[in-house]
């Protein structure tokens, strides 16, 4: 096992406005680009080579990380010039694969936070004799994710898209985002057109009689999709809830990366970052938030489950729950903002311009 695919080309919609000026992937959790948590975990599993497979703000990646030598990795870029899906991003980037036919090569989707056994998996594809293998977490309500039932070898029989009715939830495994391909096979996706692995690829392997195999790994797996999502995987990489080799720092209940500037009765709990450069003012309180670089928030302020961009100021007294501040925001003092409420990069609001009564 050396090599891998990131897919990395999302523009990231549903967590706007924290990738208004950023690609999902780079947004920081715990102090750090997402991506590198997932390349750090990757490399202690023993993959050396990983090809991203990039597209939305594709041009942030290589500055920072370059050739991947600090991270002991040898990374390659590829770039969509137009979107071309899971399958076709994955088919898009082949020629840079360094695998044999029968080798196997990972693929990640790059907004999956998760303590997968990467090791186990590829175990799993070898002993099995698959043409892909499948990671497969189970949830309480899959509707809003792929059904992949299997039987009792662990062989996969279907894939179910986002089912509705209690007729069509025949299990609780869904795809969890993380495969192991035959390289054969991703040199079989068609080129040079939008390709769904999910709808298309995969159910037509399964309908030629090729094998695919689940594995089941219930540790812990979130989607970061949505802003409340990365706010709370950020927290939980902080609070060691989820494992990554790339926290800047020991687990517990805050992560205060250098220069940033604490005030001495400041409250930071919950797994809150407080990013470089950032200034937090006497008397705040601050829990499982993530407060970006050069943000400011001033005293008395109250923010819970909420991030703070870049460069954004959050007003005195000021209270937010479930919030986003994108880039660049002013929150002006005494507002209240609740209940996934998101203020746009650059957008200024006077003070008391927004509150909630108690009984709202």
Known sequence: M?????????????????????????VPAAGVPFLTHQLARARAAGVDHIVLATS????????????????GLSLEYVTEDEPLGTG???????????????????????????GLDIRALVDTHDASGADVSLH?????????FGLVPTDETGRVTAFL????????????????????????????????????????????????????????????????????????????????RAPSPA?????????????????????????????????????ARIVGSTILSDAVVDPGAVITDSLVGVGAHIGARTVLEGAVVGDGAVVGPDNELRAGARVWCGAVLPGGAVRFSSDQ
């Not at 939305?56 to 991270?71: I, K, R, T």
């Not at 980037?93 to 790059?110: H, T, Y």
């Not at 497969?136 to 809003?144: E, N």
């Not at 090729?210 to 979130?222: E, I, K, N, P, R």
């Open 56 to 71: 939305y703000l594709a041009e942030v990646f290589e500055p920072y990380f370059g050739d991947g030598s600090a991270l």
């Open 161 to 240: 898209e986002k089912p509705q009715t209690p007729e069509e939830i025949v299990t609780d495994q869904i795809n969890a985002g993380a495969y192991v391909f035959r390289r054969s096979v991703i040199d079989e996706i068609p080129r040079g057109r939008p390709v769904s692995v999910e709808r298309e690829t995969f159910p037509g392997l399964l309908a030629r009689g090729a094998h695919l195999q689940g594995m089941v790994d219930s540790t812990y797996w979130l989607d970061l999709g949505t802003p409340q999502a990365f706010v709370r995987g950020s927290a939980d990489l902080v609070l060691g």
């Open 88 to 114: 076709g991003a994955i088919r898009n980037v082949a020629s840079r694969l360094r695998s044999g036919p029968d080798e196997p090569v990972l693929i990640f989707n790059g907004d999956i936070l998760t």
């Open 247 to 283: 926290v800047p720092g020991r687990c517990g209940d805050r992560l205060v990366l250098p220069t940033a500037r604490i005030a001495p009765d400041a409250k930071l709990t919950g797994g809150t970052v407080v990013g470089r450069g950032a200034v937090v003012g006497e008397g």
């Open 136 to 144: 497969l977490t189970r949830v309480d309500d899959p509707r809003a």
């Open 2 to 26: 050396t090599e891998a695919i990131l897919l990395v080309g999302g523009k990231g919609t549903r967590l706007r406005p924290l990738t208004v000026n950023t690609p999902k992937p780079m």
